[in-house]
Nanobody, 122 residues
């Protein structure tokens, strides 16, 4: 499975962006999908995940502001980011795995997109 992330950009604090992750195969619908992010000098961290049947999980810092979703007919996953803060600035990566449930560590994911930059100005 190849993943293509898009939708990043420069936004002011309080603004919104919608990130997309397009998968190359219809079998994507059976995969656990997730968004991670990595800021300069920091480790890659879990942001949100979604199972094949729509169960979701979020890291505490984005709960109530970010929403993960998927459209299996379009082989695409989304991350709606609202009320963005400067500390949300990072490269955002989408990831996928065929196995298990929503994993919080990047090592559990087998497929990765190339990343999309999100920059939030204060």
């Amino acid at each position: 499975v190849q993943l293509q992330a898009s939708g990043g950009g420069l936004v002011q604090a309080g603004g919104s962006l919608r990130l997309s992750c397009a998968a190359s195969r219809p079998s994507f619908r059976y995969y656990v999908m997730a968004w991670f992010r990595q800021a300069p000098g920091k480790e890659r961290e879990f942001v949100a995940g979604i199972t094949w049947n729509g169960v979701t999980d979020y890291t505490d810092s984005v709960k109530g502001r970010f929403t993960i979703s998927r459209d299996n007919a379009k082989n695409t996953m989304y991350l709606q980011t609202n009320s963005l803060k400067p500390e949300d600035t990072a490269v955002y990566y989408c990831a996928a795995t065929q196995y298990g449930s929503i994993w919080l560590i990047p090592q559990k994911y087998d497929y990765w997109g190339q990343g999309t930059q999100v920059t939030v100005s204060s």
